[in-house]
């Protein structure tokens, strides 16, 4: 049996930004709040330094930034903790960024209470992938579109389970990984792939998930 990769969804992140940079896209800016090594944008900064903004333990303030550049045709990707990107900056999220649709992207990690947060603010389009594969699609898919967009990232690493070659992302459309018919289990981002192993468990026992 082959090994199963295990990648943080963060290292996802990351990757991403600077692959689409190196492709071209001259819009893409990133912004941190002086946690790059920790959001894995620190490889985006590495390649291109003179499209990254480190606005230091200012949050509020980086959203702010990130509303302007966005006025200018930039698209910003803000990068920080959850509880910095959506708890903090808030107001600043819901006011200059929500409010006005304006085409910011926030890249937030190790979150728990921000999904509460940021569903609250209209048009907000809120992505929390479950594995690499999923996460550099999400990434993909939230620069493509208009409007702000939150995506949360996870610290762990975790398997991918998704095969890259049949996969295609949706905004906005769930997917069904198993078949069942007894019971349904719902997740999203960290916990799919424990709910995968959870219908196996049941898989054992006669009930299918």
């Given at each position: 049996?082959?090994?199963?990769?295990?990648?943080?969804?963060?290292?996802?992140?990351?990757?991403?930004?600077?692959?689409?940079?190196?492709?071209?896209?001259d819009d893409?800016?990133?912004?941190?709040?002086?946690?790059?090594?920790?959001?894995?944008?620190?490889?985006?900064?590495?390649?291109?330094?003179?499209?990254?903004?480190?606005?230091?333990?200012?949050?509020?303030?980086?959203?702010?930034?990130?509303?302007?550049?966005?006025?200018?045709?930039?698209?910003?990707?803000?990068?920080?903790?959850?509880?910095?990107?959506?708890?903090?900056?808030?107001?600043?999220?819901?006011?200059?960024?929500?409010?006005?649709h304006l085409?910011?992207?926030?890249?937030?990690?190790?979150?728990?209470?921000?999904?509460?947060?940021?569903?609250?603010?209209?048009?907000?389009?809120?992505?929390?992938?479950?594995?690499?594969?999923?996460?550099?699609?999400?990434?993909?898919?939230?620069?493509?579109?208009?409007?702000?967009?939150?995506?949360?990232?996870?610290?762990?690493?975790?398997?991918?389970?998704h095969d890259?070659?049949?996969?295609?992302?949706?905004?906005?459309?769930?997917?069904?990984?198993?078949?069942?018919?007894?019971?349904?289990?719902?997740?999203?981002?960290?916990?799919?792939?424990?709910?995968?192993?959870?219908?196996?468990?049941?898989?054992?026992?006669?009930?299918?998930?």
């Open positions: 049996m082959a090994d199963v990769k295990m990648i943080a969804t963060r290292e996802s992140y990351g990757n991403t930004l600077k692959a689409l940079a190196a492709e071209g896209h893409l800016v990133v912004l941190d709040a002086d946690l790059a090594a920790a959001t894995k944008t620190g490889v985006f900064r590495k390649a291109h330094p003179d499209r990254h903004f480190d606005c230091g333990i200012a949050e509020a303030n980086m959203m702010g930034v990130a509303a302007g550049l966005s006025t200018m045709g930039y698209v910003p990707f803000v990068s920080s903790f959850a509880m910095f990107a959506a708890g903090r900056a808030f107001e600043q999220i819901r006011n200059s960024v929500a409010y006005p085409n910011v992207k926030i890249g937030a990690t190790h979150g728990c209470e921000d999904f509460a947060l940021m569903r609250s603010l209209p048009g907000m389009t809120i992505i929390c992938p479950a594995d690499d594969v999923e996460a550099r699609a999400a990434v993909r898919a939230a620069y493509e579109m208009q409007g702000p967009v939150y995506l949360r990232f996870g610290r762990l690493a975790v398997p991918v389970f890259e070659a049949n996969y295609h992302f949706e905004i906005g459309k769930g997917e069904q990984l198993t078949e069942g018919s007894d019971i349904a289990i719902v997740a999203t981002g960290l916990m799919v792939n424990e709910a995968r192993k959870a219908a196996e468990t049941l898989a054992a026992e006669g009930i299918h998930a």
